[in-house]
C-alpha cells in the first residue's frame, strides 16, 4: 500500500473509531443527499460535499456560464434540492416587497414566485433578505429580513404556514435585520429566534403545521445560525450563546427532539459570534469564533457526547468575524483578520491543536470556502473564483482562477457539479465537473 493510501486509510480508520465511541457526521436535511444543496452550508451543514469530480484548470475565460438571470438585492444564499433552486431577493435596497423564487436549476427558467411586502431598512449592508432558506422535501422554509417565517410549497411556492416573529414579540440584536438561517432537521425546522421577551434562544417548529415543538432557554445571540452534529444516532443542534446560559455556559448542544442540554461548554468572548459553530466528526470538536475579534477556539467534546466539553485550544490571531470555517481534508480554512481595522488574513489551522500551518495577508473583506473533491472553492468578495488544493499543507496553493460575477456576499451552493452564485444583481450558474 503506498504511502498517500496508507495515511487515507487511518483517517478513515479514525473517523470509524469516533463514530463507534458515538459521534457522526452532522445530520442532513430532511430529504437530502449529497446531490443537493438544502440548506445554508450544504447537505451536512459544513460546506463540504462530495460525488462529483470537479475539473482542475479552468479555460482563459473561466468555466463555462451555462446560465444567468437578474436578481434583486440580497445576501441570502441559493438552495438547490429535489429538482428546484430557491432564491430570495429585494426589489431594491428599500423596495417594498421581499421575493421569493423557484427556479429550474438546470435552465434558470422561472417556475414560482411570491412575494411579501417589506418595510425593514437600514443604514448598510443588509437591505435584502440575509438568511439562507432551507429545503425539505416539498417544503422550503424561508426567514425574510423583516422577521416573517414562511413555510412554501416547493414545487409551487404556494404559503402553507407563517410566522410574523416581530408581531408576535420582537427578538434582540436587529441591527440587520433577521439574519440567521433555518436548519431542518427531521419534521421540524429550527431558528435562533432569541427573544429576550420571549424567554427563548432556539425554538422548533413542526413542518407539517408550524406549531411550536419545543424551545430552549432564552440566550443571546448576534444572528449566526445553529449548527447540526449527531451523538449516539441522534441529532444534536449547537447554538453560540454570547450571554450563555446561566449555569450551563456559551456554547451548548441541544438535543434535536426535545431541545433538552446534551452537552455545553464555557468558551472565551462573547461578542459578535456570527460564525455557524463547525463540528468535525472524526475529532469529536467543534470550532468557532466565539467574538467579533476572536479568539477561534477548539472545543473538544466528551468521548460520550454528552455533559461538559472543554477548550482544546485556542488562537487569537486567526478569527473568522462573520465567515464560515471549512474543516476539509485534515485541514481548518479560515479567513478574517486580528482585530478590527487590521489586514485580513486566509489561514490555514492544524484542527486538532490549532497549529497554524500558514497564513497570508488578502485585501478582500469577505471569502467563502467550499470543500469538494480534494479541492477547495474559495468565492471573493469582488466577485473572483478560486480553485486550490484542500491538500496543500505547506501553503495556499492556487490551481485556476476567473472572475465571475460582481461584489457577493453570499454562500454559493454546488450541486452535482454546478455552482451557484448571485450579487445584489444577478443569479449564475457555472459549470464545474470534470473528466
Given at each position: 500500500m503506498r504511502l498517500r493510501e496508507l495515511g487515507w486509510f487511518f483517517i478513515v480508520l479514525g473517523m470509524a473509531l469516533f463514530a463507534a465511541r458515538g459521534f457522526g457526521a452532522a445530520a442532513d436535511s430532511k430529504g437530502a443527499s449529497d446531490?443537493?444543496?438544502?440548506?445554508?452550508?450544504?447537505?451536512?451543514?459544513?460546506?463540504?460535499?462530495?460525488?462529483?469530480?470537479?475539473?482542475?484548470?479552468w479555460p482563459a475565460g473561466g468555466p463555462r456560464l451555462v446560465w444567468k438571470v437578474e436578481c434583486g438585492v440580497?445576501?441570502?444564499?441559493?438552495?438547490?434540492?429535489n429538482g428546484v433552486l430557491v432564491l430570495m431577493e429585494r426589489n431594491g435596497k428599500d423596495g417594498p416587497d421581499e421575493i421569493t423564487r423557484g427556479i429550474d436549476p438546470k435552465t434558470g427558467r422561472?417556475?414560482?414566485?411570491?412575494?411579501?411586502?417589506?418595510?425593514?431598512?437600514?443604514?448598510?449592508?443588509?437591505?435584502?433578505?440575509?438568511?439562507?432558506?432551507?429545503?425539505?422535501?416539498?417544503?422550503?422554509?424561508?426567514?425574510?429580513?423583516?422577521g416573517k417565517l414562511r413555510c412554501q410549497a416547493l414545487t409551487t411556492g404556494k404559503v402553507l404556514w407563517e410566522k410574523d416573529i416581530v408581531r408576535d414579540k420582537e427578538p434582540d440584536w436587529r441591527d440587520h435585520g433577521f439574519v440567521s438561517s433555518p436548519l431542518v432537521v427531521g419534521n421540524r425546522v429550527i431558528l435562533a429566534v432569541c427573544a429576550q421577551a420571549w424567554g427563548k434562544g432556539l425554538v422548533?417548529?413542526?413542518?407539517?403545521?408550524?406549531k411550536e415543538a419545543w424551545s430552549t432557554p432564552y440566550?443571546?445571540?448576534?444572528?449566526?445560525?445553529?449548527?447540526?452534529?449527531?451523538v449516539a444516532g441522534k441529532p444534536v443542534v449547537v447554538a453560540s450563546a454570547e450571554s450563555g446560559i446561566k449555569g450551563v455556559g456559551n456554547l451548548v448542544g441541544f438535543d434535536a427532539g426535545d431541545g433538552?442540554?446534551?452537552?455545553?461548554?464555557?468558551?472565551?468572548?462573547s461578542g459578535c459570534n456570527v460564525p455557524t459553530p463547525l463540528f468535525a466528526a472524526d475529532l469529536g470538536m467543534v470550532f468557532l469564533d466565539v467574538d467579533g475579534d476572536g479568539p477561534t477556539v477548539g472545543v473538544k467534546l466528551p468521548a460520550s457526547g454528552q455533559g461538559k466539553a472543554e477548550v482544546a485550544w485556542k488562537d487569537s490571531d486567526?478569527?473568522?468575524?462573520?465567515?464560515?470555517?471549512?474543516?476539509?481534508?485534515?485541514?481548518?480554512?479560515g479567513y478574517g483578520y486580528k482585530t478590527h481595522g487590521s489586514p485580513p488574513k486566509v489561514y490555514c489551522l492544524d484542527p486538532k491543536t490549532g497549529t497554524t500551518l500558514w497564513d497570508q495577508n488578502?485585501?478582500?473583506?469577505?471569502?467563502?470556502?467550499?470543500g469538494s473533491d480534494g479541492k477547495v472553492i474559495d468565492l471573493h468578495e469582488n466577485g473572483d473564483l478560486v480553485l486550490s488544493d484542500a491538500n496543500a499543507r505547506g501553503g495556499y496553493h492556487e490551481l485556476t482562477k476567473a472572475k465571475v460575477i460582481d461584489k457577493t456576499w453570499s454562500c454559493p451552493a454546488l450541486c452535482q457539479g454546478k455552482l451557484f452564485i448571485r450579487s445584489d444583481t444577478r443569479l449564475i450558474c457555472l459549470e464545474l465537473a470534470g473528466k
Open positions: 446531490v443537493d444543496w438544502p440548506q445554508f452550508l450544504g447537505p451536512h451543514r459544513n460546506n463540504v460535499v462530495e460525488g462529483t469530480k470537479l475539473a482542475s484548470q440580497g445576501i441570502s444564499g441559493p438552495v438547490v434540492a422561472e417556475l414560482w414566485k411570491t412575494s411579501v411586502p417589506c418595510t425593514w431598512h437600514t443604514k448598510e449592508y443588509t437591505f435584502g433578505p440575509t438568511s439562507t432558506p432551507a429545503i425539505a422535501k416539498d417544503r422550503v422554509v424561508c426567514l425574510g429580513i423583516g422548533a417548529w413542526e413542518l407539517s403545521d408550524g440566550f443571546q445571540n448576534y444572528g449566526g445560525s445553529p449548527g447540526v452534529m449527531t433538552k442540554i446534551v452537552w455545553s461548554a464555557t468558551v472565551p468572548g486567526h478569527v473568522a468575524y462573520f465567515a464560515n470555517y471549512l474543516c476539509y481534508r485534515g485541514l481548518l480554512l488578502t485585501r478582500e473583506e469577505q471569502r467563502c470556502f467550499l
